[in-house]
């Protein structure tokens, strides 16, 4: 790694010692001191941290929603009705933010997202309104599984760059659920058809009902579904994933705005710290190596994963 | 080739749905940074003074709601003049672009004979619109 490699990377690490810092004083049962310090400290907090998540997200390869129910769960003070309505919106604003240069450049395939997305914005409110009905201590123990869950997959899960070749399945024929991608890092044009589509769309339903219930993005479940499952190419299951996510998090976004479970002084700082550190991040991918960065961020979730998970049982926090 | 296949060659229904989500994306940050800095600097007074906002944002939803009478629903539509809501407006502005750019490739589709995806969509255009009604959340 690069000497600026190292030096931009000192920026999220710092912030996410300070994260384990204010971990520590709330696990300490020091809940008095985060309502004895000034309001404005909680909103630039969390757009301190959101923009260090924001620059990690991006090399990590892991959307900025999974990071942020999570780790601000984990170490703000905030209530997880919130936090939750909060990182929807990050997630959406995020998919929002890239949806347009990916369907225009071909990385996102209209086509092939609507069905997917239909089901998953459909289950996506059932999932918000279990997810806010539910005590919080039973929605603390599944998002800690959840999370876990994902560093597995994260951590473990292969990936297919350009598919599987496939045999079309009579779905995915009817709603032509194929295409060529041109890859411009190698120039060549690959043609892609999926398979198991029917699979894809009971599974894509689950995710649905995780994003909602949970506040987070799902790009880590629509990639492996896309990629793995139906034998999409990589880059195409990656800009489809993003674009379905705008849909999903959309609906799911709704129920929380409809309940007042959106509050302006989390959620907006949130967004815009996520959205600065995300075109920050873009611009270092180049300088930050990817791996060292991807290693970070799993530590970090699994981390944020137990923590939540120990919360939820009542266990130190 | 066919017609949403590669990046020089993207259908025109993927192109106007990208042209239409890159306005309602902006328009939607705009109003959204616009109106928090309008509600963080004081210049639109807020619903729920600020020094109060600590202790509150720790408890459960029910218990704010019933603390600081936020209003649910789309009632916060008739106070928009207070910071908060103001800035609501913008995410409902980012919430419901969606649904233009779906209105939108619908009579692409139609036009094409490609009766699926024209329903598709305007059934995804149902889920969203069910969605923000409010009728699901009714009650809480």
């Known amino acids: 790694m690069t000497r600026a490699g190292r030096r931009w990377l000192l920026a999220p690490g710092v ?259 996520m959205m600065l550190g995300a075109r920050i991040g873009a611009r270092l991918l180049s300088v930050l190596k990817a791996s060292v960065v991807r290693k970070l961020v799993l530590g970090l979730l699994l981390f944020a994963g137990a923590r939540a998970l120990l919360k939820g049982l009542g266990i130190g926090g | 080739m066919t017609q949403h296949d590669s990046a020089d060659r993207v259908s025109a229904e993927q192109r106007r749905y990208a042209r239409l989500l890159d306005w309602g994306a902006r328009t939607g940050f705009g109003i959204l940074v616009a109106a928090f800095a309008a509600y963080v600097f004081g210049l639109l007074p807020a619903h729920v003074a600020f020094d109060r906002l600590p202790v509150l944002w720790t408890q459960p939803l029910d218990a704010y709601l019933a603390e600081t009478g936020t209003p649910t629903g789309w009632a916060w539509l008739a106070q928009l003049a207070k910071g908060e809501f103001a800035s609501l407006g913008g995410i409902a502005v980012l919430s419901g672009c969606s649904i233009v750019c779906l209105l939108a490739v619908i009579p692409i589709y139609a036009r094409r004979g490609d009766k699926a995806l024209a329903a598709i969509c305007a059934l995804t255009i149902a889920v969203l619109l069910l969605a923000a009604s409010g009728i699901l959340t009714a009650g809480h």
């Open chain 1, 15 to 273: 912030a996410i010692g300070l994260l384990a810092v204010a971990g520590d004083v709330l696990a300490a049962g020091d809940a008095a001191m985060t309502t004895e310090l000034p309001w404005w400290v909680w909103p630039l907090a969390l757009f301190v941290v959101c923009f260090a998540l924001g620059i990690v997200a991006v090399p990590a390869g892991v959307g900025g929603g999974v990071l942020f129910v999570p780790i601000v769960g984990g170490f703000f003070p905030f209530h997880l009705d919130f936090i939750r309505g909060a990182g929807l919106l990050v997630a959406l604003a995020s998919a929002l933010a890239a949806g347009p240069s990916l369907l225009r450049g071909g990385l996102a395939d209209l086509r092939l997202a609507l069905p997917f997305a239909l089901l998953a914005s459909a289950s996506s409110i059932i999932g918000a309104l279990v997810g806010l009905a539910l005590p919080a201590t039973v929605v603390q123990i599944a998002l800690g599984i959840t999370i876990l869950g994902i560093v597995a997959l994260m951590a473990f899960a292969p990936r297919s760059e350009s598919g599987t070749p496939v045999t079309p399945d009579r779905l995915a024929m009817a709603l032509q659920m194929n295409g060529i991608f041109h890859d411009v890092a190698t120039g060549q044009d690959q043609r892609w058809h999926v398979h198991r589509s029917p699979l894809g769309l009971v599974l894509f339903t689950g995710i649905g009902v995780l994003a909602g219930m949970f506040g987070m993005g799902a790009g880590w479940a629509n990639v492996p579904v896309l990629n793995l499952v139906m034998g999409v190419p990589l880059k195409v299951s990656a800009g489809t994933s993003s674009f379905i996510l705008s849909l999903v998090d959309s609906s799911a976004a709704w129920v929380y705005l409809n309940k007042g479970a959106v509050l302006a002084m989390i959620a907006v700082p949130s967004v815009i710290g």
